[in-house]
C-alpha cells in the first residue's frame, strides 16, 4: 500500500469532513477582585493577526484570513510563468490545518475600567486584562450645625 492509498481509505472512512471548516476559539474567563482576565487559544496566529475592539462593554476579538485557499484558481487567466510556478508547488494528500477567519464578542460587566483594557499574545494564546473599577463605598456625612 503506498501513502496515496492510505490517505484515500483515511479520507474515504468518513473522518475527513467539508472543506469548509469553522472556526471557534477556546476561551477561558476569570474573576479577581480587581480585574477579569479572557485567554483565548489561537495556534498559529500571531498578534497581527488579531483585532481586538471595546465598544460600549461589548468586547470584540476577530481575525480574518486573508490568505485564498491553495485550491482556489484565480479568476484571470494565469501566465505560463506562472503555470510553471504550480506545477513545482506540493500538493495536499491530506489537509486538515486551516485558518479561517473568526469574530468572537462578550459583553462585559458594568464594572470594568474601560481605558485600563490590556492585552498580550505569547505561545499561541491571547490574554485580556480588563481592569474593575473600585466599589463605591458608602461615606459617612457629618451634619452641619448652622
Not at 69 to 84: F, G, I, L
Not at 89 to 117: A, N, W
Amino acid at each position: 500500500m503506498n501513502a496515496l492509498s492510505l490517505f484515500n481509505d483515511w479520507l474515504n472512512d468518513g473522518y475527513y469532513g467539508t472543506t469548509s471548516k469553522i472556526f471557534v476559539p477556546n476561551v477561558d474567563v476569570t474573576e479577581t477582585k480587581d480585574s477579569y482576565v479572557l485567554e483565548m487559544d489561537l495556534p498559529g496566529r500571531t498578534e497581527k493577526d488579531v483585532a481586538i475592539e471595546l465598544n460600549d462593554r461589548v468586547l470584540t476579538i476577530s481575525s480574518a484570513d486573508e490568505k485564498k485557499a491553495e485550491t482556489e484558481t484565480p479568476e484571470t487567466e494565469e501566465k505560463d510563468e506562472e503555470k510553471a510556478e504550480d506545477e513545482n508547488k506540493p500538493q495536499y494528500l491530506m489537509r486538515e490545518r486551516c485558518r479561517s477567519s473568526f469574530s468572537r464578542s462578550f459583553t462585559l460587566p458594568k464594572d470594568i475600567d474601560e481605558t485600563g483594557v490590556s492585552a498580550s499574545f505569547k505561545n499561541g494564546v491571547l490574554s485580556i486584562a480588563i481592569p474593575r473599577k473600585a466599589e463605591a463605598q458608602p461615606r459617612k456625612i457629618t451634619i452641619n450645625v448652622a
